[in-house]
């Protein structure tokens, strides 16, 4: 017994680096290294055409300067509404959704599903172009419709309004991806076991309250991915920003994001030249912002959630 | 390996360059651009000129694409690789490459005399002591207007403030079409378009520029704040929704008859030459009073330089003294409407539209856009707060006066006039 565990623990066994080395190359080569390239990016700063390094300067003049920190509170106050805007409508949408696709009595549950589904597989590029001409005041379809109901009066440039543009914005973000909360919840519903649901009945509880009390504790922990998987989406998002408002986010800023503002401060527009310091800079805050969400989400919540085995 | 392959690769080049050389003493320059639509141009007009001028000098134009163009430039001039000829972005992209040592100083060039010191502030040092690109065009500001409109509502193209308004108040009276096609959700209309286009009238062209840059002005001042005064009363004659219309909802509108005026860059006249089926006309940013000095944007847009590491330093001094000639004016601006030659002699243009804008050189005093030289160097960058500032007055969403203030504050925080 002795001599079989010494000789099973003394070989090094090879096999396990050799399978994890590709993922672990490659990972490294593509995500660790140019994550700690931009951290290192962040510390540094070119003066006169030398590239020094200063320390958390860069950090000190994205918070302390008013002009920067007026810039970065407001992609970030924006990013948080943003945020909301996913968890308050397209979560509690895709549950219900799901709900509704999961119910045994539906008809063309399939083609409801996939029709849902669609926009998520469509490009940015195509999903800003398309609502930028159905919200258009000129050309667009939602001025005529909201006319044959008698509703015109109700129609104003959206897309152009401080007040309006980023809530909008959140809506068309939710209608392109409203599919994938409704697919996961949709399959963590389905591996929920009839016979927890037969018992369920047994004791009487059907309809909604069997929903509330006994599905939708089961799938929490769904909800939970769902929830850490929109903060991480939300908080680097830029395409569809970019595409529908261009850099600048416009009307002043009122759609900027972090994702927005620091692809204008590393790139530059227009005449403004990039200042790939300070980008590293807002490109790290970011990483910090997400880090920090992820913790909270993995150490306060994950922990709680209570899991059911079958 | 490598160096195998560089060997074998200097082995050929010179040894097809020595061939070439006892075939003909031709000299080839080659010219970089990211002006890729004037192909044909360079190929069918403005190159075989210049040979038949000038026997062994054979010149190709090579472009690339325009949202490439300074990266890739950038990275063959490192190289080494760049073409004998550069195209030159105006201000500091073309200043930075003068400063690095990649373009030569043109500033004795034969033919330089013919252009005026406005041209050439675009490719200049700061101090204007060294110019290093040969002006070769600029687009002009001002209105185009759907002369059908006109003749049927009886309005005459305005000439001062008073009338532009009187003009617009008809339209919009009328009610056949909107008085003026321009949106405010790509900002940059409402800033080139707008603030840019009647701005020189108000702070006297070059006299107000200069004295920004030299901080004797303040974008505080009546002059400055004015134009955007005037912009805020663009509102009431836009379209329906203008805050959610893009650039080319604008040219669209208008192209397609629905609108009166459209508030235009030169560089628009080829597009709607043959887009629109109606006759257009051109007017001047209106003045104040009638009688007035009226002033233009003018503004430079393309330029061309030498490559400081040219084997034929020579030959392309005599290409550019060729483009600075009037010969090349003449050709480049009638096969690019919009696109004016910088030189001071007059150039005959074929377009009318074309004729009506540059026409306006002579009664008008021309001045470039007041935030592209030096005032754009820092963060916030002057230009781009431009945009957003000219968006929100018209927008409505704040006054005159605090988009001054707050333009004059971003440029305070890193611009420090030389005393």
């Known amino acids: 017994m002795v001599t079989e565990t010494a000789r099973s623990k003394s070989p090094i066994r090879w096999h396990i680096a050799v399978f994890l080395a590709p993922a672990v190359l490659i990972y490294t080569l593509v995500m660790i290294l140019p994550l700690f390239g931009t951290l290192q990016l962040s510390l540094y700063r070119t003066i006169d055409g030398v590239r020094q390094f200063v320390g958390i300067d860069n950090f000190r003049t994205l918070f302390g300067d008013p002009r920067w920190s007026a810039s970065f509170w407001n992609a970030l106050g924006n990013n948080v509404w943003f945020f909301i805007i996913h968890m308050v409508v397209q979560n509690p949408i895709g549950i219900a959704l799901a709900a509704i696709l999961s119910h045994p009595k539906l008809r063309f549950a399939a083609f409801y599903r996939t029709a849902i589904f669609i926009p998520t597989v469509l490009s940015f590029v195509v999903v800003g172009f398309i609502w930028k001409l159905i919200l258009s005041p000129l050309w667009g379809v939602a001025p005529w419709m909201m006319d044959l109901v008698g509703l015109k009066s109700w129609f104003t440039p959206w897309l152009g309004k401080e007040e309006y543009a980023l809530t909008t914005l959140g809506l068309i973000s939710v209608w392109q991806f409203v599919g994938i909360p409704m697919m996961l919840i949709y399959a963590a519903l389905l591996s929920i076991p009839d016979e927890v649901i037969e018992a369920a009945e047994m004791d009487g509880i059907t309809g909604m309250s069997q929903f509330w009390k006994i599905k939708l504790p089961l799938i929490l922990p769904a909800i939970g991915i769902i929830s850490i998987l929109t903060f991480v989406g939300n908080f680097n998002a830029f395409d569809l920003i970019y595409s529908a408002q261009g850099a600048m986010a416009g009307p002043n800023y009122a759609t900027d994001i972090l994702g927005t503002f620091l692809y204008r401060t590393f790139f530059g527009f227009q005449l403004q030249l990039g200042d790939p310091n300070m980008g590293a800079t807002i490109a790290s805050m970011m990483f910090f912002i997400i880090l920090a969400g992820v913790c909270v989400y993995l150490f306060a919540i994950q922990t709680r959630l209570r899991r059911y085995q079958f | ?419």
């Open chain 2, 1 to 419: 390996m490598r160096n195998k392959l560089f060997l074998a690769l200097l082995m050929g080049t010179s040894v097809l360059g020595t061939a070439g050389g006892a075939f003909a003493q031709d000299a080839t320059l080659t010219i970089e651009s990211w002006r890729n639509d004037d192909l044909p141009i360079w190929q069918d007009k403005l190159i075989p000129a210049f040979e038949a001028a000038n026997p062994g000098i054979k010149v190709t134009f090579a472009p690339s694409a325009p949202t490439e163009y300074n990266a890739a430039l950038n990275a063959k001039l490192d190289a080494g690789s760049a073409g004998d000829l550069i195209t030159c972005r105006p201000f500091d992209a073309s200043l930075e490459l003068f400063n690095k040592g990649h373009l030569g100083d043109l500033t004795d060039l034969a033919g330089m005399e013919n252009f005026t010191d406005v041209a050439k502030s675009a490719w200049q040092t700061d101090d204007g002591k060294s110019t290093f690109c040969v002006p070769m065009a600029s687009v002009i500001h001002g209105f185009i207007y759907n002369k059908d409109a006109f003749d049927q509502l009886g309005i005459t193209p305005p000439a001062t403030e008073e009338e532009f308004f009187a003009a617009l108040e008809k339209i919009k009276a009328d009610g056949n079409y909107i008085p003026m096609a321009m949106g405010t959700k790509d900002l940059w209309e409402a800033a080139t378009m707008g603030y840019q286009n009647i701005g020189p009238n108000y702070w006297h062209g070059e006299e107000g520029r200069l004295a920004l840059i030299k901080g004797e002005q303040k974008l505080t001042d009546p002059q400055w704040v004015g134009p955007f005064e005037t912009l805020a009363k663009w509102k009431h004659y836009l379209g329906d929704g203008f805050e959610a219309q893009t650039y080319p909802d604008s040219q669209n509108l208008f192209t397609l008859g629905r609108a009166a005026i459209y508030p235009a860059g030169s560089w628009e006249i080829s597009g709607f030459n043959t887009q629109a089926q109606f006759k257009m006309g051109a007017f001047p940013p209106p003045v104040k009073a009638a009688g007035d000095t009226c002033y233009i944007s003018d503004h430079n847009d393309i330029g061309i330089g030498m490559n400081a590491k040219t084997k034929n330093p020579e030959a392309a001094k005599k290409f550019l003294s060729w483009v600075a000639s009037p010969e090349f004016a003449s050709i480049y601006a009638n096969a690019l409407p919009g696109f004016f030659s910088l030189s001071s002699t007059p150039v005959k243009m074929e377009d009318p539209l074309a004729q009506e804008f540059v026409s306006w050189r002579d009664k008008c005093k021309s001045t470039i856009r007041s935030t592209y030289q030096i005032l754009s160097r820092g963060t916030p960058n002057l230009e781009n707060e431009t945009w957003v500032k000219s968006a929100n007055v018209i927008n409505g969403t704040e006054t005159p006066q605090q988009a001054g203030e707050e333009l004059q504050k971003g440029l305070d925080s890193w611009y420090k006039p030389a005393k």
